[in-house]
C-alpha cells in the first residue's frame, strides 16, 4: 500500500517510516517545506491528488502548549481544518486516514483511566484544537482512524520540546543535577516504537474506524516516571518531588489522563505495560 505520511519527520515519524516499509508499504513522507499543510487549497487540489496515495497517517501537529496559547489560528489550522480537509479527501478518494490525537482532549477530573467514549472537555488552545480536528475528521470522514496516545518517548526526541521527558532526566541525571518533577500529573508513558507497531497492526484489521486509545499500559506520574528511569539507568542526580502550581504555569493541564485500551483490545492489539518499554528503549 501507498502510504502519505504527514509529520514523517518527528518524534513518532521517525520510527513509523520504517516500520511502515518493513511491513511492505511504500512510504511517501513530505518535509513541510515540501508540502505545509496550512495551505489547504494547494493541499487539497495540488499535493493531495499528485501524490497517488492509498493511505495517509497524519502525525503532524502544533503541540508545544505556550505556542498554542500564543498563536491559536496557527494551532487551529495545523489541528484542526488540515486534518478535516485530509480526511474529506480521503473520502472522496476511498483512501484510509489514520490521524493521531491526544489525551489533552481531557480535562483529568477523572480518578481512573477514560475511554474512547469518555466526555471531552480539554483545559487549553491545544487540546481544544485537537479535539475540534477529531470533531470535524469524524463528521467529514466515518471510516476514519483517530488514534489518541500520550507522553511520548522515542530516540528522534520531540522536534518541538527540545527532546522527550526521558532524554531529559538523562542528561540531568548523568550531571548529577537536582531535579524537580511534578508528582500531581498522572499519565502512560508511551513508547514511539510500541506505538507505530500497534498503528502498523491496525492497518491490517479491514474495517478498524472511529476513535482508539494507544498508550503503553499503566499510569505513573511524571516523578514515579522519573523514579525508574534513574532505577533503570543506574545514574544519579538529586530528584525533587514538586507540584504543578508551584510551577507557575499560564495554561492548564489534565493532572489524570490515564487512557484506556478496550477498543484497541477489540481489535486484538495489546500493549505492553510503560516500564517494560522503558527498559528496552534504554537498554534495547
Known sequence: MKILVFGGRGQLGNDLLPELQRAGHEIIAPTRVECDITYARRLRDEYLPQSGAECIINCA???????CEEQPLLAYNVNSYAPAVIADWC?????RFVHMSTDY?????ASYPYEENSPCSPLQIYGTTKLAGELCVRVVNKQSIIIRTSSLFGHAGSSGKGGNFVNSMIAKMAGNSRIEVVDDVVMSPTSTTDLVRAITQLLTVEDASGIYHATNSRGCSWYEFACEIKRQSGLGGELVLVTLESRGEPYSRPRYSVLGHHRLQ???ITMRPWHEAL???LHG
Open 61 to 67: 501537529a502544533f503541540h508545544k502548549l505556550a505556542d
Open 91 to 95: 473520502r472522496e478518494t476511498g483512501a
Open 105 to 109: 482532549v481531557f480535562d483529568g477530573k
Open 266 to 268: 477489540e481489535a486484538g
Open 279 to 281: 527498559e528496552e528503549y
